[in-house]
């Protein structure tokens, strides 16, 4: 098929896998209910087709999305997301992914009652969230980072907004909350994909936390972080 991985079953869980050179999604979660896709390294996905994402999930309740490293797509044309919560997924936590170079970071159409929180967005260009047709969503304990402007489409589907975390080099923002905190996350070193954070960062104090990429792909011995052939921006 056209995307890495498609599972659809019902309690199903998609974890530890490296998931790349897809024509469409990295992984396709759809028509499932108790779903879990943990731990996973998803790059290089939205090769061929449009409107899709590095971990895709659409017709399914009370499911969850954690602890992913999903290297996005700086080309922001289109509707290529990190992360995308399609229709009717309902009630769904997505929570402690690393969504980076990551220019449409998550997309939410048609989906409600759903979770986004402890996860960290971090684009080399513009960065956009968008929550169209969307309603009733909890957004918390996040960090939003951009090189240039950051944008948030249709901010009145989130319901509550709590202690994120939003910053842009270049100081624009659109449709950001009011309340929202703007300051630098200070991580230890993105460039060596170290992105837990330095001391003074104003992160930890509002319940966030970093990432730690080795949680994620294919169990591997330690070694040095390119094992995981990330492109740097």
């Not at 202690?163 to 950001?176: A, D, I, K, P």
């Not at 730690?212 to 492109?231: K, W």
Request: net charge negative; charged share 10%.
């Amino acid at each position: 098929g056209a995307s890495g991985i498609t599972t659809g079953a019902h309690n199903s869980l998609t974890t530890h896998n490296e998931v790349y050179d897809c024509p469409y999604d990295g992984i396709n979660a759809a028509l499932g209910d108790n779903m879990i896709v943990e731990n996973n390294f998803v790059h290089d996905y939205m090769k061929v087709m449009d409107d899709g994402g590095g971990i895709y999930m659409t017709f399914s309740t009370n499911s969850v999305i954690r602890n992913n490293f999903v290297q996005g797509n700086v080309d922001a044309s289109g509707t290529k997301a990190a992360i995308y919560l399609d229709e009717q997924s309902a009630g769904c936590t997505v929570s402690n992914n690393l969504a980076f170079r990551a220019a449409l970071a998550m997309i939410n159409y048609m989906a409600v009652s759903n979770v986004v929180a402890n996860n960290i967005f971090i684009s080399p260009t513009n960065i956009a969230l968008t929550f169209y047709k969307s309603s009733a969503y909890t957004f918390q304990w996040n960090i939003v980072y951009a090189k240039g402007s950051f944008n948030v489409q249709n901010a009145p589907a989130v319901a509550s907004w709590t202690n994120n975390l939003f910053y842009s080099e270049t100081g624009q923002r659109n449709g950001v909350p009011a309340g929202a905190v703007i300051g630098d996350p200070l991580f230890q070193d993105p460039s060596t994909l170290n992105f837990q954070l330095r001391a003074g960062s104003p992160a930890p104090s509002m319940g966030m936390n970093g990432f730690n990429i080795r949680c994620a792909g294919v169990v591997r011995p330690l070694g040095p972080a390119s094992d995981l052939r990330v492109t740097e921006p």
